[in-house]
């Protein structure tokens, strides 16, 4: 079993749906809680980082973490095309070592 | 301010033939990482550098494997020999410190025939 679950997809959604990503994970010594975005041919690049459990908003997006069910979640309100991607959830321990899920694709249809 | 600069962007090379990658960090990023990015996967760890140090190569194939980090700077990434199953993007990431944000390049993309 991997340590940071995430489904695959793709997930099909049209322009101005809000967007549900998800993952879990086994490993209760994970402090850190990422989401990268990677666009097709280029690096991931950060979206969102969190430490403690709840709610985190940055615009269009909203990370949250519940470390009770060991699962986070990525919210995209207003979804446009340009959010088409591959979403990547990311933990970390005191260590700091990055610990990446598989992603979901995402396409935002016109 | 200029990213991580990784070249070559795309490499094909036959199998048992050896590659190297190189990588510039951003200005003043003490810490720099290897990953290796499997096609449908999320990146894996293959080596972590402290200035110049190597403080996490657990994950480093370290008999075809080796890397390096000249003056805490640039760093350079080789396989010899290079098998099928290395085909893959390797991606070169920096941070200011070990637990900061990871600022990532664009990778290289091998190709081994």
């Known amino acids: 079993q991997k340590e940071v679950e995430q489904d695959p997809g793709p997930l099909s959604v049209p322009e101005g749906a809000i967007v549900s990503l998800n993952c879990t994970y086994s490993n209760s010594a994970f402090q850190y809680f990422m989401w990268y975005r990677q666009y097709s041919r280029k690096g991931p690049e950060l979206l969102m980082y969190t430490y403690s459990s709840g709610n985190k908003e940055d615009g269009r997006f909203t990370a949250q973490v519940d470390k009770s069910s060991k699962y986070i979640s990525l919210f995209i309100r207003d979804s446009q095309p340009s959010d088409s991607a591959t979403y990547l959830c990311a933990m970390m321990d005191s260590s700091y070592k990055l610990i990446f899920g598989s992603g979901t694709r995402l396409l935002v249809r016109p | 301010e200029a990213g991580v600069v990784q070249s070559p962007r795309y490499k094909i090379i036959e199998k048992k033939q050896p590659v190297a990658f190189w990588c510039n960090p951003i200005s003043g990023h003490n810490t720099l990482y290897w990953y290796l990015q499997n096609l449908g996967q999320g990146p894996e760890l293959l080596i972590r550098?402290?200035?110049?140090?190597?403080?996490?190569d657990s994950q480093l194939p370290k008999d075809r494997f080796s890397a390096e980090r000249l003056k805490g700077v640039d760093s350079t990434l080789k396989i010899q020999p290079a098998e099928l199953g290395d085909s893959a993007v390797y991606l070169c990431a920096s941070s200011l410190q070990g637990y900061g944000e990871q600022f990532f390049g664009p990778g290289t993309r091998l190709t081994v025939l």
């Open positions: 550098y402290e200035n110049e140090e190597a403080v996490d």
